[in-house]
């Protein structure tokens, strides 16, 4: 049997706390949880759990307290999660089956789970990636960077079928945004991956302008993961049809073919761009490209379900209909509600199609 060990960073996260170490405390043989300046009752809930509980003085420095709290953990396998994560019962009963079925020869020295972010109304997920969830504690694995950290893992990886599913509470605040300005001004020269998650903080706060400057500077570069490039031209393209860049915008889009196959993501974008010009066949091409699009194998970017799905198909509906194509519409409507029959827009085209048929 696996000896897994659940690592945490936490602060003033009473309101979430309990409900992730609920889902997940009978997997777990150890709850190491780091507090970070918590004001309210974060600490006496954790320690409710049974958790060794931590205070880590706040340095604007993510991994620096990831890793405090890895450097005490005790057992075989280390399993980290954030407040609002949660682990569902089946997900959690997959996690208890790997732990039970495998002990000290399990060969593996990283599992990597799916981590759902977003949802559809019926709680499917929307927008999820892959994430090293459980790592071999003697490898000493480290956290790397103050912000948007990662787990730099190398070894043998078990992709599984356990997903962890993100609930999150909080409103986006530019916390991260000012920790990259405060390390900017100090005259630090950030890395090509600082370079990506910056753009992506300026793109948040809705500093278009110089996120197209920091995306750039970070394709440039030529040192960023596949997934991260690709990642960066489709938003590039978002922040130039933001500033009414239509050129540039389908630019930023077409480069990403130069750094892998075409992502449904990337498609779909093209797709919308040309249906607001009103150039439709364009559209259907690249609606079409979407859903047939594959990933690569073991594939650990992010990944809109929508994009292959039900999106495009709801696209192409419109997209038929205003050439005046009702059989090829209603075909691709027909798979739209078979993919995702709730949602507003499909629903509407039900309607409309009804309507027709009187």
């Not at 004001?39 to 759990?49: G, L, N, Q, Y």
């Not at 958790?51 to 709290?69: G, K, L, S």
């Not at 972010?117 to 790397?144: A, E, M, Y």
């Not at 050129?247 to 073919?257: D, E, N, V």
Request: charged share 30%; glycine share 6%.
């Amino acid at each position: 049997m696996l000896g897994i060990s659940l690592c945490m960073i936490v602060r003033d996260e009473e309101e979430s706390l309990g409900r992730c170490l609920s889902s997940v405390r009978e997997v777990v043989d150890e709850i190491v949880i780091v507090d970070t300046g918590s004001k309210d009752r974060t600490k006496e809930i954790a320690a409710s759990f049974g958790a060794v509980v931590y205070d880590f003085e706040w340095i604007d420095h993510f991994a620096a307290a990831r890793n405090y709290a890895f450097d005490r953990s005790t057992k075989a396998f280390i399993l980290w999660l954030d407040a609002d994560d949660v682990i569902e019962p089946d997900d959690r009963a997959r996690l208890k089956a790997l732990k039970e079925e495998n002990g000290d020869d399990f060969p593996y020295d990283s599992v990597s789970m799916n981590y759902h972010l977003t949802f559809d109304q019926k709680g499917n997920p929307i927008f999820s990636l892959r994430r090293n969830r459980l790592v071999r504690r003697s490898r000493g694995f480290r956290w790397i960077g103050p912000v948007h950290e990662y787990l730099a893992v190398s070894g043998r990886t078990y992709h599984s079928d356990i997903a962890v599913t993100h609930r999150k509470e909080r409103l986006h605040t530019d916390r991260n945004l000012r920790i990259y300005l405060k390390r900017l001004e100090s005259g630090e020269t950030f890395s090509p991956r600082d370079q990506y998650y910056f753009a992506n903080e300026l793109r948040d706060n809705k500093r278009f302008e110089e996120a197209v400057d920091w995306y750039g500077r970070f394709l440039d570069s030529g040192r960023g993961w596949v997934e991260d490039e690709i990642g960066a031209c489709m938003k590039q393209a978002d922040c130039y049809g933001k500033l009414k860049n239509t050129a540039s915008q389908l630019a930023s889009l077409f480069r990403s073919f130069s750094y892998d196959a075409p992502r449904p993501e990337i498609c779909c974008e093209l797709g919308s761009v040309f249906t607001l010009q009103k150039r439709f066949e364009q559209a259907i091409h690249w609606f079409k490209q979407a859903i047939a699009a594959e990933r690569p194998a073991d594939y650990m970017g992010s990944t809109d379900h929508a994009s292959s799905t039900w999106l495009p198909h709801l696209q192409l509906t419109v997209c038929y209909d205003r050439i005046g194509n009702r059989a090829k519409a209603l075909e691709h409507h027909r798979q739209a509600m078979d993919c995702n029959p709730g949602h507003p827009s499909i629903q509407y085209n039900e309607n409309f199609f009804n309507k027709a048929k009187k």
